[in-house]
């Protein structure tokens, strides 16, 4: 079964950081796309960042550009999200997903299994 460990969150104060982790397992393609997503309180699930097994390639949410940082390790199937200079509006449900794909997907729709979430919340 395929299953996605979501761990990191906790409770910072504005200007900190976290890193999160998405700790992927039981499947084996030749390439994917892991995802994280937030979602705020009475708000939608959006995307943050997203990155590529097959060559690290990223995307990230024009929110966070400058501040947050994908980055993958390969041989842990592993892929993390370092926070830094963190916002109250931060606050959230941070989810990851996998899109079975070669494509650098980032809308919700594309993402095939989720794992489940972990808080982040920033205090002013």
């Known amino acids: 079964d395929v299953q996605l460990q979501a761990s990191g969150g906790g409770l910072v104060q504005a200007g900190g950081s976290l890193r999160l982790s998405c700790a992927a397992s039981g499947f084996t393609f030749d390439d994917y796309v892991i995802g994280w997503f937030r979602q705020a309180p009475g708000g939608e699930r959006e995307v943050v960042s997203c990155?590529?097994?097959?060559?690290?390639?990223?995307y990230y949410a024009d929110s966070v550009k400058g501040r947050f940082t994908i980055s993958s390790d390969n041989a842990k199937n592993t892929v993390y999200l370092q926070m830094n200079s963190l916002k109250p509006e931060d606050t959230a449900v941070y989810y990851c997903?996998?899109?079975?794909?070669?494509?650098?997907?980032?809308?919700?729709?594309?993402?095939?299994?989720w794992g489940q979430g972990t808080l982040v919340t920033v205090s002013s």
């Open positions: 990155i590529r097994r097959s060559d690290g390639s990223t």
């Open positions: 997903a996998v899109a079975l794909t070669q494509y650098l997907v980032h809308t919700l729709s594309s993402y095939d299994y």
